[in-house]
């Protein structure tokens, strides 16, 4: 005995089979029919239907009635008019949506009903099998469709760094230099250090976010770093040259960690921005990355510093200016200029990026250039 809202499944079984052999759309119309006339239950099924059709398009006529949000200012004859002009314009001229279209609503139709990976599979071939042109023929191409034109904002490179002679390569196995001890394997783990492009990350964060109003430049008080002394004489520099010049200013900050478990170290650069809110500043998605490295041991600094140049140069670049279109303008674009203003920094940082010595040596000091005394302990 099957419930009421319970379906045979051998007979479903046994129609989707058939419509699976079935060679033209007219063949699974045929097939289709007979099916639903050969089987007692989709009989009684159908009876019930048509019933209970009845009562749902009743239901819709009534929320269409009742909906005066998605027509305002118009009337209820108008809205019925306007239905059935789209109704009748539609059936005059259908258009095929094309692959990228099909995989958009079936990805969305996942996403509502919370289906899986297979299921969206077996809807796909069910679609197919009807014949429905340009639908994708499984969740995996739909990935590949729908993330095909998309704009990678993390745009990296990557380099393998040899232990011994601190050559840069690809391989993680072996050095690339022929003279080199590591040309036959790697003894130890390499390091490998990953840069990344500012621009793209920099305008997408500032592409979704507005940035906070100007603040007063004659305010003593502190309060956030943009009433700083560095901001201020970066804006009082700048609005020399240009009054009317759009400036946002950056933070940058430098650490690492390492994990003793898997005998790794992983160091990161990174940037955030401060003309927006700190409730939403150091949210992970307007995090900038400059660069990533990983190995058995902390970046040395020579190794380290051929590595910066890249994104010391890209800063370079952001001083002079680049086109951003925030939420608030519209979809106009405005002309922006990005400035580091200021780093935060432990000893063992700002001695890796600002390649000086180790804070335990002679001549580490930042702000003087006084030798230093060394003490004996024990």
């Known amino acids: 005995m099957f419930h009421d809202d319970e379906v045979p499944l051998r007979s479903t079984k046994n129609i989707a089979r058939q419509l699976r052999d079935a060679k033209d759309r007219h063949s699974h119309e045929t097939r289709y029919t007979y099916n639903e006339q050969d089987d007692p239950m989709m009989v009684d099924q159908n009876d019930e239907q048509l019933e209970s059709n009845s009562i749902v398009v009743s239901q819709i006529v009534d929320d269409v009635s009742l909906d005066t949000h998605s027509y305002l200012g118009n009337s209820e004859d108008d809205n019925s008019q306007d239905i059935q002009s789209n109704l009748l314009t539609q059936d005059i001229s259908p258009s095929s949506p094309d692959t990228r279209e099909i995989s958009t609503a079936l990805a969305l139709f996942r996403h509502r009903h919370r289906l899986s990976k297979s299921c969206i599979n077996d809807l796909c071939d069910l679609l197919r099998s009807f014949g429905v042109a340009n639908v994708p023929s499984d969740f995996r191409s739909i990935e590949k469709i729908l993330i095909k034109n998309q704009?990678?904002?993390?745009?990296?490179?990557?380099?393998?760094?040899?232990?011994?002679?601190?050559?840069?390569?690809?391989?993680?196995?072996?050095?690339?230099d022929i003279k080199c001890e590591s040309q036959s394997g790697f003894v130890s783990t390499p390091t490998t250090i990953c840069t990344f492009k500012l621009l793209p990350q920099v305008?997408?964060?500032l592409d979704r976010h507005n940035v906070m109003p100007e603040p007063d430049i004659t305010n003593t008080n502190i309060s956030d770093v943009q009433y700083g002394y560095a901001r201020r004489n970066v804006i009082f520099r700048e609005r020399m040259i240009d009054s009317k010049?759009?400036?946002?200013?950056?933070?940058?900050?430098?650490?690492?960690?390492?994990?003793?478990?898997?005998?790794?170290?992983?160091?990161?650069?990174?940037?955030?921005?401060?003309?927006?809110?700190?409730?939403?500043?150091?949210?992970?998605?307007?995090?900038?990355?400059?660069?990533?490295?990983?190995?058995?041991n902390k970046p040395k600094k020579n190794q380290f510093q051929s590595f910066i140049k890249y994104w010391v140069f890209e800063?370079?670049?952001?001083?002079?200016?680049?086109?951003?279109?925030?939420?608030?303008?519209?979809?106009?674009?405005?002309?922006?200029?990005?400035?580091?203003i200021a780093a935060a920094l432990d000893k063992p940082a700002q001695a890796l990026l600002m390649n000086l010595n180790d804070p335990t040596g002679y001549y580490s000091c930042v702000r003087c250039t006084i030798q230093g005394k060394?003490?004996?302990y024990s």
């Open 151 to 176: 704009e990678n904002t993390l745009q990296s490179r990557k380099y393998i760094i040899c232990s011994k002679c601190g050559n840069k390569g690809t391989s993680l196995s072996k050095c690339v």
């Open 245 to 296: 010049k759009n400036i946002v200013t950056m933070l940058l900050n430098s650490d690492g960690i390492a994990l003793k478990k898997f005998s790794h170290s992983i160091w990161l650069t990174c940037m955030v921005i401060n003309e927006l809110p700190r409730a939403i500043r150091f949210n992970i998605g307007n995090v900038i990355i400059c660069s990533i490295s990983m190995g058995g």
């Open 374 to 376: 060394g003490l004996e």
């Open 315 to 340: 800063l370079q670049q952001l001083e002079l200016g680049f086109h951003i279109s925030p939420p608030n303008l519209h979809g106009h674009f405005i002309k922006v200029h990005a400035y580091l």
């Open 203 to 205: 305008t997408s964060i």
